[in-house]
């Protein structure tokens, strides 16, 4: 008889995984005050944005307020930036995912610059944004993220930003 215990369902692992980045979303206020919400397929994250009438800066265009373009762009970096170093630790089995809850989540990167190359008006419609991590060390990372709303390809705005990582401790420390 075999010493390896049996594996978990998918779906008790997807369930896990998703609890985990709801958790990592749930404790952040202004995430929800602007209607982002997080489509998680593996690894890879997108982000939402949804419309309302709150988010538009121009309304004779009208168009998105480039402050809600930023912060919806700063917030996908720094949660993709946050998720790869979650799902790397739950992968490697130094993370139980359970453990992660607002009041024991990991502290967040913060923000050492951001650029953003505004390329056209948002549009008032939902828009969606990827962020890819160039590098990640201990110390500092980097990251490039894009913004769309109706096609992929034309994007409306993307940053690529500089963070200062936090020290690798046990979420259930960093309170």
């Known amino acids: 008889m ?4 049996k594996p978990e369902p998918v779906q008790v692992v997807k369930e896990r995984r998703d609890a985990a980045l709801a958790a990592l979303v749930s404790g952040v206020p202004y995430i929800r005050f602007l209607g982002i919400s997080l489509d998680r397929r593996g690894d890879e994250l997108t982000a939402i944005l949804s419309f309302d009438d709150k988010l538009i800066g121009n309304p004779t265009l009208p168009a998105l307020h480039g402050g809600v373009t930023a912060a919806f762009l700063e917030v996908t970096a720094i949660i993709e930036l946050s998720w790869s170093l979650v ?3 739950m992968e490697s089995g130094q993370l139980d995912p ?3 809850d607002p009041a024991h989540l990991p502290r967040l990167p913060k923000t050492i610059d951001f650029t953003i190359d505004y390329l056209r008006s948002g549009l008032p419609r939902d828009a969606y944004a990827r962020a890819r ?3 990640s060390g201990r110390r500092y990372a980097s990251v490039h993220v894009e913004a769309w709303q109706d096609n992929r390809a034309r994007l409306f705005a993307q940053a690529t930003g500089h963070f200062l990582m936090p020290e690798r401790t046990d979420p259930g420390k960093d309170g």
Do not use: D, I, K, M
């Open 2 to 5: 075999s010493g390896r215990s």
């Open 87 to 89: 799902w790397e630790r």
């Open 98 to 100: 359970r453990s992660l």
């Open 133 to 135: 991590v160039n590098r």
